[in-house]
């Protein structure tokens, strides 16, 4: 899949590359990149100084700013197909793995069990099923968003390597090899992010959930509106500690992303350098903040139907386990957990249905903008 970005990446940048030669005395790139593209202009602009530029029309500067744009919606797709395809069913299985809910069986057999032990399967089994669906949450939001700042950061140099192909002449400034776009790709699908840094981000949630539902016992019945204020108290606990002990050098958000170590290659550490750079702005917490709030909003409004009125929930039966006051339903914790367990699988559903969560989240305005802001520009300290 990486290859795959890779080659559908090179395939747009050879048909620009021979566009480029063909009408290389034509090109008028000043009009190409409008508005936050501040430092691909001033790099195409310092190569023009270099050879004859005559005018051009308008309608060259439309053809050339319609290239760039198809080039860029390619790696969009691209990078979101591996995403469906590979990203988010390893997020899957290693969440699983990480977080292992007891299973009915083994609830069901814990009836037979002390009532100590029971107790104790049944607090694990709610926090465990609290913890996996928003560590998905954050997992995927994360991901989602680290593998399109990587395609579009690595996108925009393999295109200006294109466009002034033959023209470098330092060793930094030569075309990235293959070997190198390999390497930078990879990172998030496999290795640390997939492993200790998943690992890490499980911990670091998992506290929260634990630190606010002790205090939530199986046998309270919530209604509605006490589960979101749940997780939101949640959430709350988890932007506090990000804000309040971010990383020595950055965002917390980073060490459960990439490594803060160097590499021998040049090129590599480049964009390694940029990605973490990336990372640390304030434009990446709050993009990211708003794909988890699309995301709690997605989860809120699926746990939502089980709270609706019933015509057997206005039953008088005092042995029911659900009630209801003043159209009021609230359901015991202990049956709410097996509910947003459930929901794990549903958030995290890579189907073709454009309503699933992660495709949704594809077609967020303001992660699009975001994501051609970052293919055409560079981050300076903040």
């Known amino acids: 899949m990486f290859w795959y970005i890779v080659d559908q990446i090179s395939t747009s940048a050879r048909n620009v590359r021979d566009w480029a030669n063909r009408n290389r005395k034509k090109i008028i790139i000043a009009g190409v990149l409008t508005g936050s593209s501040a430092l691909v202009i001033y790099l195409i602009r310092s190569k023009l100084k270099q050879i004859e530029q005559p005018k051009t029309n308008q309608s060259e500067v439309a053809v050339e700013k319609l290239r760039l744009q198809q080039y860029f919606q390619n790696a969009q797709k691209s990078c979101n197909s591996m995403i469906i395809s590979d990203i988010i069913p390893n997020i899957q299985t290693k969440l699983i793995e990480f977080i292992p809910v007891p299973a009915k069986s083994a609830l069901r057999s814990s009836l037979k069990a002390s009532a100590e032990e029971k107790m104790a399967l049944w607090q694990q089994a709610k926090l465990q099923s609290f913890s996996r669906v928003i560590c998905g949450i954050y997992a995927s939001c994360l991901m989602l968003l680290f593998t399109r700042i990587e395609v579009n950061i690595l996108g925009r140099y393999m295109y200006m390597d294109t ?145 609706e009125a019933k015509p057997q929930d206005v039953s008088q039966d005092t042995t029911t386990d659900v009630s209801k006051t003043s159209d009021v339903v609230a359901i015991p914790l202990a049956k709410i957990s097996p509910l947003v367990k459930k929901q794990f699988k549903i958030l995290l559903d890579v189907g073709e249905k454009q309503t699933n969560l992660i495709r949704s989240l594809f077609n967020s305005k303001q992660l699009e903008e975001y994501s051609y802001y970052v293919f055409t520009s560079s981050y300076d300290e903040e």
């Open 163 to 307: 466009v002034f192909a033959n023209e470098t002449t330092e060793a930094d400034e030569k075309p990235i090899a293959s070997k190198v776009q390999q390497k930078y790709l990879i990172n998030a699908n496999s290795g640390y992010i997939m492993d200790k840094g998943l690992q890490k981000l499980v911990n670091f949630i998992s506290t929260h959930v634990k630190n606010e539902m002790d205090s939530w016992p199986l046998a309270k019945k919530c209604t509605f509106e006490e589960i979101v204020t749940l997780f939101k108290n949640i959430r709350t606990r988890i932007d506090s500690d990000v804000n309040e002990n971010p990383h020595i050098d950055g965002s917390k958000f980073r060490d459960f992303l990439m490594e803060n170590n160097l590499v021998e290659d040049i090129q590599l550490q480049a964009l390694l350098n940029e990605t973490r750079d990336v990372l640390d702005s304030k434009q990446f917490d709050s993009i990211l903040k708003s794909l988890v709030e699309q995301a709690f909003y997605r989860l809120e409004d699926n746990l939502k139907v089980n709270f």
